[in-house]
């Protein structure tokens, strides 16, 4: 009985709990960017500490109500591999950033963001201007369009992935590769200029910056956010 029950723990894959390592993380030098109990290496931009919006709630950040500021991390990164799980409410908007900085009077005047949404159509949906264009969960901010069947429903944890090196930018989302650009090709340069962020002379500029948790009001989750340093 003991050799079946070790054969079906070996065969059984090593999946990590919230808010820690898998051991292939670990092997690779990912380090945890929360602790699952304090906001201990965030706050909020342009502040010394998180606003109290911003709170710890059954093991992860949650923007309880809009007015917290967007949260960053109190490190900077320049090329790395980023991974977290997310839930947003319904008709929710949220979005992560990579590489702000703090000269500017917002974080999306320098970093470029991973769309956070209820992504899925709906009568009265308050974003039905985003959900027209593509600008729904996973997508690289009204610059590439997402798929709306990438996205899990609301109140299920979503999976992201953000991977940042020089000038090259993969997303992904619940496995699916939801752009993959160098934001140096003329291919690029034709899809920002039709942007809203055509001109803007300090955005996707900076080798470095924090990682931003948007704060657009409504309610958002983030949880196993973990980062390795490339």
């Known amino acids: 009985m003991k050799s079946i029950l070790l054969l079906l723990a070996m065969a059984v894959p090593a999946f990590s709990a919230p808010n820690a390592l898998t051991p292939e993380e670990k092997r690779e030098g990912f380090k945890l960017l929360f602790d699952g109990k304090s906001l201990k290496g965030w706050r909020t931009y342009k502040e010394k500490a998180p606003k109290d919006q911003w709170k710890v709630e059954d093991g992860a950040i949650v923007l309880t109500s809009g007015g917290g500021g967007d949260l960053i991390t109190e490190d900077e990164f320049a090329d790395f591999d980023f991974r977290c799980e997310w839930k947003i409410a319904k008709q929710g908007n949220s979005g992560i950033m990579w590489r702000s900085t703090e000269e500017h009077q917002y974080p999306w005047v320098s970093g470029p963001e991973y769309q956070?949404?209820?992504?899925f159509k709906q009568e009265g949906h308050k974003y039905t201007h985003?959900?027209?264009?593509?600008?729904?969960?996973?997508?690289?901010?009204?610059i590439i369009p997402a798929k709306e069947e990438w996205s899990k429903p609301v109140g299920e944890w979503n999976e992201t992935r953000i991977l940042v090196k020089g000038s090259k930018v993969k997303l992904f989302l619940n496995g699916n590769v939801t752009?993959?650009?160098?934001?140096?090709?003329d291919e690029f340069k034709a899809l920002l200029a039709k942007s809203k962020f055509n001109g803007w002379e300090h955005f996707n500029k900076a080798a470095k910056g924090h990682?931003?948790?948007?704060?657009?009001?409504?309610?958002?989750?983030f949880r196993s956010i973990r980062l390795k340093k490339l």
């Open 116 to 119: 956070i949404l209820d992504s």
């Open 130 to 142: 985003e959900t027209n264009k593509g600008n729904i969960a996973g997508g690289f901010y009204d």
């Open 179 to 185: 752009a993959d650009v160098d934001t140096t090709t």
């Open 211 to 221: 990682i931003v948790f948007q704060d657009h009001g409504d309610k958002v989750e």
